[in-house]
């Protein structure tokens, strides 16, 4: 009964003002829609206001920008982090600063060397390399070769501890180049990169031993 009686009675007080000419209207003005800006890069138009053709490979640049770069790829650039903190610029056409490469050496010689014959220790020999040359690829923005030591299978059966050049061109046999002298696998391996449409992007990381 609330309910009906309070309705009827708006609809009465309504109509008294509308016959009056009590209500008055407020001149609206029009709505005013604002156009958003389109979103800037981070990296281009930041708090830093960078300009990437500015960056040199080797550069240390903060982390704000080394994690722009990373997440927008914007050119290629990347922002590589070295184990004192820092950043450091790698370029993709450009050979990777001493201080990366030394790093990325660094992570090469931490790969364990698998010495065992068992089925799945090929396996495990091949993986490392593999795991290591797209860290590093992923890392740098660079195609990155991984030559690592360990045991290989041969055809024939046999087994001996050999270079493998991992995540490098495949040769003529469709096969990474494999063997005991390890200046022949890195000869191999450059003489297949050279025939790339783009070597520069190409960088090869040889595991300390």
């Known amino acids: ?3 009906i009686k309070t309705s009827l009675l708006a609809a009465t007080v309504a109509a008294a003002l509308t016959v009056t000419g009590c209500v008055q209207v407020p001149d609206l003005e029009p ?15 930041g708090d830093e206001g960078v300009d990437l053709s500015s960056l040199a490979a080797g550069d ?3 982390e704000d920008l080394a994690r722009d770069l990373n997440r ?10 070295l184990p004192d903190g820092t950043f450091m610029v790698v370029k993709p056409n450009e050979p990777l600063p001493a201080a990366v490469r030394a790093d990325a050496e660094a992570k090469a010689a931490a790969v364990p060397v698998v010495t065992g014959t068992a089925p799945e220790d090929y396996g495990a020999s091949a993986e490392g390399g593999l795991n290591l ?7 740098t923005g660079k195609r990155v070769v991984a030559v690592v030591y360990g045991v290989v299978a041969f055809p024939g059966f046999r087994t001996e501890m050999a270079w493998r050049a991992a995540a490098a061109p ?3 046999d469709g096969l990474y180049p494999i063997g005991t002298d390890l200046n022949a696998v890195i000869a191999e391996a450059e003489a297949l990169i050279a025939q790339q449409s783009n070597p520069a992007e190409w960088e ?3 595991q300390p031993r």
């Open 72 to 81: 927008d790829l914007q050119d290629g650039l990347r922002g590589y982090e």
């Open 1 to 3: 009964m609330n309910t």
């Open 204 to 206: 090869i990381i040889v």
């Open 31 to 45: 709505w005013a829609f604002a156009t958003p800006e389109p979103a800037a890069s981070a990296v281009e138009d």
């Open 60 to 62: 240390t640049i903060p």
């Open 133 to 139: 040359a797209n860290t590093l690829s992923l890392l």
């Open 170 to 172: 495949l040769n003529a």
